[in-house]
């Protein structure tokens, strides 16, 4: 009798034992699938604090209305300088380079810098028109760049700048920029 109470009793804790390890493995197997779904789907942050709407950014991609916003303000960064910000302009353009562009706009950049430490020429750029291609992540702002030397304004010209981007992950970094040049300003 006791040999077949200990038998019955052995068989209670192997099914017992079977059970905990299926719904182990269902568990596993669950958490395994919730964790590949979690890295595969996308990403979004919704920005507000200073937008007239609300603003997503996805990883999927660059919105229309996320890339003319930043291409505004890195245009009015990019292009406003006087010698009295030139230390923060530098820094402010770097910090949102992309790292693999850094080191060929940090030379440019320090040309700049160095043409116009100690003088009393600034500008400014005035946007007039922009347009923007998010598929390929680059944009153009056409516009008035000033050009003053002490407090008096010595040019306006009208201008065309691109800028192109690089997009990771949820992060829009700048890749490169510089003043589109046509025919005729080519022959000035």
Do not use: C
């Not at 182990?24 to 890295?39: H, K, P, Q």
């Not at 300088?81 to 562009?101: D, F, G």
């Amino acid at each position: 009798m006791e040999i077949s109470h200990t038998h019955a009793q052995s068989q209670r804790v192997l099914r017992q034992r079977n059970l905990l390890v299926i719904v182990s493995v269902v568990l596993g197997v669950l958490a395994g699938i919730l964790l590949l779904v979690t890295a595969t789907r996308d990403r979004e942050i919704v920005l507000q604090p200073v937008l007239a709407r609300p603003l997503a950014v996805s990883s999927s991609g660059v919105s229309r209305e996320y890339l003319e916003l930043i291409t505004r303000d890195t245009a009015v960064l990019t292009l406003d300088r006087s010698p009295a910000n030139l230390e923060y302009w530098m820094k402010s353009v770097l910090e949102i380079t992309a790292p693999s562009a850094q080191g060929k706009i940090r030379g440019d950049l320090m040309k700049i810098v160095n043409e116009q430490r100690g003088s009393s020429i600034a500008q400014f750029f005035t946007i007039q028109t922009m347009e923007i291609d998010p598929k390929n992540l680059w944009s153009t702002v056409t516009g008035d760049l000033h050009t003053i030397v002490g407090n008096k304004v010595v040019s306006s010209e009208r201008r065309t700048f691109r800028f192109d981007w690089q997009y990771s992950g949820l992060s829009l970094k700048l890749v490169g920029f510089g003043m589109v040049t046509t025919g005729k300003e080519k022959d000035q």
